[in-house]
């Protein structure tokens, strides 16, 4: 009677198999790694972007409800005040009367004065704002974390807020000096005075003074303001037709935290976001 043989793999055919079923999970495995790792970063593009908007929106929110405060700019910016809410020694009312005589507005800008210093810009880091009725102060800027980049020459930042309280104190409607919110105008301790500076390191006192306005997973690289024109149209041009509220152009530039997201946050590119708030009209505060 005839046999039939069955023939099976051979040693090398075995081999050759495998080292086929490796190659194929190696390759399988590679691409669903690369695809975790671009939808982890997808994720993390769309939170910083979200993020972005939701700073946009705030800010946007604020120069809309409230009045670009000129009069913070001009003593920052002219008298050399690097106290939130100083005056100049002549009092709130120096920038009204500079446009009263010569050499007038040219010589007196607000947000960007030439001939203090030839080398200031018209970008602003600081966004100076005053309520409608004039009695409290709102300013925007960046405030350092706690965490820093991989470079810690270089630490991270959010957006924050200070609220200062105005203090009347001969009742005429206009405040004589201002407050940190929430202290008694006849307080003189350090908490209720306003810090000189929002770029402060995490351990200094004042830094508590400003509260946060934006998660910390977002890291703000740069945020500038350009206020356009530079001189409040009301007391610059004393024409009632020039009464509104400047146009706001907001620049803001971000990425991922590196201590939120790790390495991968340092090989993301900067966002760069901007947005004009238009000029509307309104009455002088």
């Given amino acids: 009677m005839a046999h039939r043989f069955k023939h ?44 972005a908007r939701a700073i946009m929106n705030l800010l946007a929110a604020e120069i809309q409800n409230n009045v670009i405060d000129y009069e913070e700019y001009f003593n920052r910016n002219t008298c050399g005040y690097n106290e939130f809410g100083a ?32 080398s200031c810009s018209m970008y602003q880091a600081y966004l100076f704002l005053r309520s409608p009725d004039g009695m409290k102060k709102i300013i925007y800027g960046l405030k350092k974390t706690d965490k820093s980049r991989t470079n810690p020459s270089q630490p991270e930042q ?14 005429d409607g206009i405040p004589e000096k201002f407050v940190m919110e929430g202290y008694s105008c006849s307080d003189e301790s350090d908490n209720a005075k306003p810090p000189g500076d929002i770029d402060l390191e995490s351990g200094d ?29 009301h007391k610059a041009y004393n ?47």
């Fill in 8 to 51: 099976g793999f051979t040693l090398i055919e075995m081999i050759v198999a495998i080292g086929l079923m490796g190659a194929l999970s190696a390759l399988t495995v590679d691409g669903l790694m690369n695809i975790t790792r671009t939808a982890m970063n997808i994720k993390m593009n769309q939170s910083v972007v979200n993020d």
């Fill in 87 to 118: 005056q100049c020694p002549q009092g709130y009312s120096q920038y009204s009367e500079n446009f009263k005589n010569p050499p007038g507005i040219s010589a007196k800008n607000s947000i960007c004065d030439p001939i203090k210093n030839p």
């Fill in 158 to 171: 959010i957006l924050a807020v200070l609220n200062l309280q105005g203090c009347d104190e001969n009742a």
């Fill in 239 to 285: 024409d009632p037709d020039s009464v509104y509220q400047p146009s706001v152009r907001i620049v803001l530039s971000v990425k991922p935290s590196a201590s939120e997201y790790g390495a991968k946050a340092d090989k993301a590119n900067p966002i760069i976001i901007q947005t004009t708030i238009p000029q509307k009209y309104l009455g002088g505060i």
């Fill in 205 to 233: 006192p004042h830094n508590a003074k400003f509260s946060p306005r934006s998660l910390k997973r977002t890291d703000i690289i740069d945020l500038k303001f350009y206020i356009d024109p530079s001189n409040d149209p």
